[in-house]
């Protein structure tokens, strides 16, 4: 039996050890992680030497689990010295010598600590300081921020992005464990939210709108986000209800503030995807900052382990900086650069799959020839002005430009086979083809190319008065997009081409478009947000109206939007929250281009009323911070436009011709399950629905021909509930052994065959289950010095972490491969849908040094 007082840390660990019956304990723990590191070179290092620098009183200052903590007051007692510690943990503060002093070390939420010493004249010592939690001051934290609790938006701390497992990005990989986010595939950064699909989301970066490519198909297409993790310093998210300032999208935001250098400073990383490298600095006039940030990702050792074979050339490439310019104290000016390089070249060879049931179990064989070779090079680049003349006054200028030049080419063979496979247990040809149910051919050709220019242009100011925060936003965008499309695709099968004629050869399906859209749209929000109190009650309400003026169609959109929060008097500390609001989302591009490329710039803009309830609660368990949130909401759907999903791919129907309903409850609770690591449960119940009009058909009932109304219907993205986890745990005794986990369940998402014309999805999924894990070890912490020979004086942070995908080995089905037959054979379908099986289990060594 494992002991009750084990970790969950060690549990895992001896479930990945197979010791699950024997009793666990520290010194195996040393032992897994010894044998570990011992595969790497680090570990082959000669031993530091630990030394004392003569010097000012200086030194570091970090959490016990040696992060750096920032920023800490450090004063002498009973006099005006002090000074303030560096982002990086490191402080220096000159004292009086000859004299007997005491030095405070304080920082909100942690508990204070004091140290008497006493220098001679221009002595210099070092004393490294370990602040460990308050859970008084913590309440208190908590309670002072209650302004941003009374928001929808979500807040997550950027030092729980450092060693997340995932094949994406490490941003994305924690949202996806948010209350009210799904996703059904590891290989994509892209997330539905309560119902809507990947184009509703909204990502900014310092307030600059992020865009992402066009054309991709499926999630191992896809390069890196944008949002670079080295660079960030916070992280907020809003499942619904956001405010005015945030612009057109109906289902969410994801508000990024990349970081304020104060030093120089840097990172590398490495491991079997790829690798990185950071840099930030600032000069010595404190005017001029940077960070420059390099990525380089390829994802050929997990694509190999899907059921196609053959040879997968994955190359993204990312080169990103901010420059920061401080002309005054009050003046400052900064660019946002971005230069992403992404090609995706695959060679496929053959592909087995094994699908049906119990009783007929199949077999898929296809043997291809030909190759696929696709471009998604994206560069954006941002001005940001600044001016602050006063504290309670803030102007920005921001003029924006993005593009995309994509590319899409392949032509593709498959010759396959469909085979029934003996189920008899017992049989000599157990599991073995018995008899072939289907042959054919398919010849996929396409010719793609689309190239998009948005450039923008905002104003957005921020005014303080009294109990009173005044926004306001101002914005021109203009998009200029050229689009062709020269797709077909030819079946043959047992002889026969399909579509049957007996003149001609005909495709299966044919598409060659020229399309070019060029459209300028203005902007503008106005709101204010106001604290009052009142009977011992604390209010927060957030008024604000947003308008558009669509150039492409002439149409005028207002959002008005609220938000109430009220904080009770009572003993716990509780907040209730209202919100409401109507969300407009203009159609960019991909919604007026329908199945068969024709586009409608005639098109409305899909419109959503968020009705919002919901509060969160703030507690301590075993002396631990806890925080359990709760939101019910109801999404009123008008104008909308229906679609498919295929993996990553939406279909739009091209017109506005469905109405719907989302419906739900998002739960969470996060708090330090393991002390001073913080980790979170979430869980979400959700239906969306949506009615397409005058989409009837008529069928046979009882031997009459009917006329059918199929009435409300499932959305793609229809996913009953989902489970999102995000837990972090270290050896008790031994803080430098983290494991971090992430886990993932959503039920079955609906589908429907591409036979069908009707978008009402006939049938289900599989569900996603996904678990990745990570052991990590802290070999060299910035609170040690070393003697400067030593290799490892030259880094602040070393980590090295064994990383395992889909730790449980679970077969996730990300969509369906449709093959069609011409059967003669009693009861065999003229159609098969085989699935398309997501990665398998995978191990991933990384490094990561800091600097």
């Keep these: 039996m494992i002991k009750t007082d084990c970790t969950i840390f060690q549990v895992i660990l001896s479930y990945l050890l197979q010791e699950n019956a024997k009793k666990i304990t520290p010194s195996l723990m040393n032992l897994f992680f010894r044998i570990l590191l011992f595969l790497t070179v680090f570990i082959l290092l000669p031993g530091a030497h630990i030394y004392s620098q003569q010097g000012t009183v200086l030194g570091l200052i970090s959490d016990i689990q040696g992060n750096p903590l920032f920023p800490v007051n450090i004063t002498v007692k009973n006099s005006q010295t002090g000074t303030m510690n560096k982002n990086d943990g490191s402080y220096e503060i000159i004292v009086p010598p000859d004299t007997d002093i005491i030095l405070i070390y304080s920082f909100v939420g942690y508990i204070t600590q004091e140290h008497g010493i006493s220098l001679k004249p221009e002595e210099r010592i070092t004393i490294n300081i370990t602040l460990e939690t308050d859970i008084r001051e913590i309440g208190e934290v908590m309670v002072s921020a209650r302004q941003e609790r009374a928001t929808t938006m979500m807040r997550i701390d950027p030092k729980d992005l450092q060693l997340v497992p995932g094949t994406i990005g490490a941003v994305e990989s924690l949202i996806k464990t948010l209350p009210g986010v799904s996703s059904s595939n590891e290989l994509s950064s892209q997330y539905s939210v309560r119902g809507g699909n990947f184009d509703e989301n909204l990502v900014y970066v310092n307030d600059i709108e992020i865009y992402r490519p066009f054309l991709i198909r499926s999630g191992q297409q896809e390069g890196l986000s944008f949002v670079n993790s080295d660079m960030v310093s916070s992280i907020r998210f809003s499942a619904g209800g956001f405010e005015a300032r945030y612009g057109d999208r109906m289902s969410s935001v994801l508000d990024i503030n990349y970081k304020k250098p104060t030093s120089f400073a840097g990172s590398c990383s490495g491991s079997l995807l790829g690798g990185s490298v950071y840099f930030e600095g600032l000069n010595k006039k404190e005017r001029l900052s940077f960070l420059t940030g390099l990525r380089y990702k390829t994802t050929s050792y997990i694509l190999n382990t899907l059921d196609t074979e053959g040879d997968y050339k994955p190359n993204f490439f990312d080169l990103q900086s901010l420059i920061t310019y ?85 032509d593709i063979l498959g010759e396959y086979l469909i085979n029934e496979l003996d189920n008899t247990i017992g049989s000599e040809t157990y599991g073995d083809s018995i008899l072939n149910i289907g042959i054919g051919g398919f010849l996929n050709h396409a010719r793609n190319s689309l190239n998009a220019y948005v450039y923008s242009a905002d104003h957005i100011g921020e005014f303080t008065k009294g109990t009173h925060n005044f926004r306001w936003g101002l914005r021109y965008q203009y998009r200029y997009i050229t689009d062709r499309l020269s797709e077909w695709e030819m079946i043959d099968s047992a002889g026969y081409s399909i579509p049957q004629d007996p003149e001609m050869v005909l495709v299966n399906k044919l598409i060659k478009t020229d399309n070019n859209v060029s459209a300028g749209n203005i902007s503008s929000f106005f709101q204010d947000t106001w604290r009052f109190s009142a009977g011992n009650c604390h209010y927060f309400v957030t008024t604000g109206i947003r308008g558009t003026f669509l150039g492409l169609n002439k149409q005028l959109l207002l959002s008005p939007r609220i938000n109430f929060t009220i904080e009770p008097p009572w003993e716990k500390d509780i907040m209730l929250r209202l919100s409401m609001g109507l969300y407009s989302q203009p159609p960019f591009y991909k919604e007026m281009r329908d199945l068969y490329g024709q586009l409608n710039t005639t098109l409305k803009a899909q419109q959503s009323i968020h009705l919002l309830f919901g509060g969160d609660y703030i507690f301590s368990a075993w002396e631990r911070p806890f925080k359990l949130s709760a939101e019910m909401y109801y999404k009123d759907l008008q104008q909308l436009v229906p679609y498919k999903l295929d993996n990553v791919s939406i279909k739009y129907a091209g017109d506005n011709l469905a109405r719907g309903y989302a419906v739900g409850i998002d739960l969470k609770l996060n708090g330090e399950f393991v002390r001073n690591a913080e980790s979170w449960l979430s869980m979400s119940l959700m239906r969306t629905r949506e009615d397409i009009k005058n989409d009837f058909y008529f069928g046979e009932i009882d031997g009459e021909l009917t006329k059918i109304e199929p009435g409300y219907y499932p959305r793609p993205t229809d996913q009953l509930f989902t489970v999102g986890l995000f837990f972090q745990d270290y050896l008790p005794n031994n803080p430098d052994y983290k494991v971090h986990l992430n886990l993932l369940y959503g039920s079955r998402l609906p589908y429907s065959s591409p036979k069908e014309d009707r978008f009402d999805e006939l049938y289900r999924l599989p569900p996603y289950r996904r678990a990745d894990i990570g052991f990590s070890k802290n070999v060299k912490k910035f609170t040690r010095e070393y003697h400067p020979d030593n290799l490892y004086a030259i880094f602040r942070d070393m980590w090295i972490s064994f990383e395992i995908f889909n730790l449980l080995g679970m077969n996730n089905t990300i969509s369906y491969f449709w093959v069609r037959t011409i059967s003669n054979q009693k009861n065999i379908p003229g159609m098969f849908a085989v699935p398309n099986y997501l990665t398998s289990r995978r191990f991933n060594l990384k490094i990561s040094v800091s600097f």
Excluded: H, M, V, W
């Design 326 to 410: 401080s002309i005054s104290n009050e003046l400052e000016i900064s660019f946002l650069g971005n230069i992403s390089r992404n090609q995706y070249n695959f060679i496929p060879t053959t592909r087995r799959t094994d699908f049906g049931t119990a009783s007929t179990p199949l077999n898929l064989i296809i043997y291809f020839e030909g190759e696929e070779a696709d471009i998604f090079n994206l560069y954006q680049g941002a001005l940001t002005f600044k001016y602050q003349p006063s504290d309670n006054l803030l102007l920005k200028f921001i003029s924006s430009g993005f593009s995309s030049i994509e590319k899409e080419a392949y």
